[in-house]
C-alpha cells in the first residue's frame, strides 16, 4: 500500500518560494499521478497541479505562472514550488496519487500546514 | 471553466438520511468522485466514479449522478459522519482537477 508523508517548513515570508516534499513509500512512482492540492482555512480543496514521472506536469490556471513539481525518482520523492506566496497561499497542503487511467485521488498524505506570514 | 456548487451545510439527526448534492453543467456525463475530510486527519475517498465505494467505506454511503446533479447519500448518520464532504470531477476537456466548494455535515 502506497504511503505519502509531506513535509516542508510550517512558515514562510510574503513573496517568498514555497517548498515542499513529499516521500513516497510502498509502491511505484512511476504507476501514478502525483498531485499536490491544498485546502486555505475555512475552503474547499483546491487542486494546484500533477506530475507523472516521465516529467509531464499540468498546473491549475489560477497558480501555473508561480508552481512547479518535480519528480525526483531516485529518491521517490515529489517536491512542490510555489513562489511569490501571499498571505492567500496559506494552506494545508497534500499529496495525492492518482491511478494510471483513473481520475480520483485514491491515497493521501496527512497534509502539512504552511502558513505565510512575515 | 467547470463549476460543481454544493450546499454550504447539511444537519440531519443519527439515523437518518442525509443527501448531498453536487450540481454542474452536465455533471452526469463525468465521473464524480467524493471525499470525506475531518480535522486533523487525511482526506478520505468514499465514492468514486459516482457510486462506486473504496474498500473499507461503509454501505451507508452511496452515489447517484444523472443530468446536472450527483448526490451522495449517506444512510443512517452515525455521530461519526459528521465531516466536510467534498465534490470531485475531471476536466478532460482541459485536463484539469475540478472540486465542489465542499459541504458541512452536521449530525444533530
Known amino acids: 500500500q502506497v504511503q505519502l508523508q509531506e513535509s516542508g517548513p510550517g512558515l514562510v515570508k510574503p513573496s517568498e518560494t514555497l517548498s515542499l516534499t513529499c516521500s513516497v513509500s510502498?509502491?511505484?512512482?512511476?504507476?501514478?499521478?502525483w498531485n499536490w492540492i491544498r485546502q486555505s482555512p475555512g475552503k474547499g480543496l483546491e487542486w494546484i497541479g500533477y506530475?507523472?514521472?516521465?516529467?509531464?506536469?499540468k498546473y491549475s490556471p489560477s497558480l501555473n505562472s508561480r508552481v512547479t513539481i518535480s519528480v525526483d525518482m531516485s529518491n521517490n520523492q515529489l517536491s512542490l514550488r510555489l513562489t511569490s506566496v501571499t498571505a492567500a497561499d496559506t494552506a494545508m497542503y497534500y499529496c495525492?496519487?492518482?491511478?494510471?487511467?483513473?481520475?480520483?485521488?485514491?491515497?493521501w498524505g496527512q497534509g502539512t500546514m504552511v502558513t505565510v506570514s512575515s | 471553466s467547470y463549476v460543481l456548487t454544493q450546499p454550504p451545510s447539511v444537519a440531519v439527526a443519527p439515523g437518518q438520511t442525509a443527501r448531498i448534492t453536487c450540481g454542474g453543467h452536465n455533471i452526469g456525463i463525468d465521473g464524480v468522485h467524493w471525499y470525506q475530510l475531518k480535522p486533523g486527519q487525511a482526506p478520505v475517498l468514499v465514492v468514486y466514479d459516482d457510486t462506486d465505494r473504496p474498500s473499507g467505506i461503509p454501505e451507508r454511503f452511496s452515489g447517484f449522478n444523472s443530468g446536472s446533479t450527483a448526490t451522495l447519500t449517506i444512510s443512517r448518520v452515525e455521530a461519526g459522519d459528521e465531516a466536510d464532504y467534498h465534490c470531485q470531477v475531471w476536466d478532460t476537456n482541459n485536463d484539469h482537477v475540478v472540486f465542489g466548494g465542499g459541504t458541512k455535515l452536521t449530525v444533530l
Open positions: 495525492t496519487s492518482v491511478v494510471l487511467g483513473g481520475d480520483f485521488f485514491g491515497i
Open positions: 510502498g509502491g511505484s512512482i512511476s504507476s501514478y499521478y
Open positions: 506530475i507523472y514521472y516521465s516529467g509531464t506536469t
